[in-house]
């Protein structure tokens, strides 16, 4: 069975609690391509654990999965940099892949590096256009009607990106 | 080396039980279960954790990498490692002294 669900970078725990509930339903997820196209396969209802863990580059990301294979985590895809961990969640797992405080900020601050500046640069680079545009004066060109469109998609989801990764280190410094 | 002293004493509890089991060769996943076991379960090293650690350490000179075995890195301490390593034990055998209203 194929799902497709829209969320952005920060969502990765809600992601997580979305396909443990799945795996609870019978539903085990097989692998997935394009952000958001989730492949599942039937199975008997399951008490499963998933983890997203973040590596900027595929040599590291290379080490960490041969590591957490060693710890009885599945590897199941990559995306984005993005990689998804599972382990049935059977006592001999740690219900957490980070110990500390530090280790959780650590992988949201890859992120930040990684990801979130270069889409926040891209965006002040829209914007600029953007305003550059506006000054020209009103045009019905498609390739401003594009600027315009593409600019808003841009800054919106890089708003809520960096939305949810503030809330998410929030939350660590809480625990 | 002054740097290295400052950033990593006082040093975490996952950096301690790494940089001791390193003292001879191990892997990730080993140096785990023998912390698991010698704390009695009470210092964790999930891999997440595991993974940081191991590449900060790496990338600072306190461990290397000494071969690869089918996927899986066995690590080493370097004698900057021993050195902080031993620096460590040193305060927390003063702490341990000064709690007792001793001196050491």
Not at chain 1, 113 to 134: C, D, G, N, V, W
């Amino acid at each position: 069975m194929m799902k497709f669900r829209f969320y952005t970078l920060s969502q990765y725990h809600q992601e997580e609690r979305w396909l443990e509930k799945m795996a609870q339903n019978g539903w085990l997820l097989k692998n997935a391509v394009l952000p958001g196209f989730y492949f599942f396969r039937k199975a008997k209802p399951e008490n499963m654990l998933y983890r997203f863990d973040y590596f900027a580059s595929k040599s590291q990301r290379n080490d960490a999965i041969a590591l957490y294979e060693e710890y009885g985590w599945k590897y199941i895809f990559t995306m984005n940099g993005f990689v998804l961990f599972a382990h049935p969640n059977d006592g001999q797992a740690d219900q957490q892949i980070f110990s500390s405080e530090e280790d959780r900020k650590g992988m949201i601050l890859r992120i930040i590096k990684a990801r979130m500046i270069p889409i926040t640069i891209l965006m002040a680079i829209s914007l600029i256009l953007l305003i550059y545009q506006l000054f020209k004066g009103p045009s019905k060109d498609f390739a401003d009607g594009f600027t315009m469109g593409f600019t808003c998609f841009v800054s919106v989801l890089t708003v809520l990106c960096w939305y949810g990764l503030i809330k998410d280190w929030k939350s660590v410094s809480r625990q | 080396m002054k740097d290295l002293e400052s950033k990593y004493i006082p040093m975490t509890e996952a950096t301690f039980y790494i940089l001791l089991f390193l003292q001879q060769e191990d892997h990730g996943y080993s140096i785990s279960k023998k912390t698991a076991e010698l704390t009695s379960d009470e210092v964790r090293l999930p891999p997440g954790t595991m993974y940081g650690a191991l590449s900060k350490l790496e990338k600072d000179g306190l461990i290397q990498t000494v071969r690869t075995e089918n996927k899986r890195k066995i690590y080493k301490l370097t004698e900057q490692g021993q050195h902080i390593l031993d620096l460590e034990k040193g305060r927390i055998a003063r702490l341990y002294a000064n709690s007792k209203g001793e001196k050491l």
